[in-house]
């Protein structure tokens, strides 16, 4: 299969299937934690980079910062 081919396979497969994966996930979660929120982390993570993929759905900077950092130092 030509590689634009599969790419063009594995979106269609995502956004066919992945919606109501992700809502069961949450609807399991909900169910143990009432309380359970979505965070949607926006630009806080990087996105898949294939020049190096060990950067790929890492925190950015402000991901650090303002997502894991006030956790983390809450936690202390």
């Known amino acids: 299969m030509p590689p634009v081919n599969a790419i063009n396979q594995a ?14 996930l949450f609807n399991d979660i909900s169910a143990r934690s009432p309380g359970a929120q979505v965070v949607v982390m926006g630009s806080w993570l990087h996105s898949v980079d294939w020049l190096n993929l060990g950067d790929s759905y890492h925190p950015t900077a402000s991901g650090q910062s303002g997502g894991y950092y006030p956790v983390y130092n809450a936690s202390l």
Do not use: K, V, W
């Open 11 to 24: 979106e269609a497969q995502a956004r066919s299937q992945l919606p109501g994966s992700l809502n069961t």
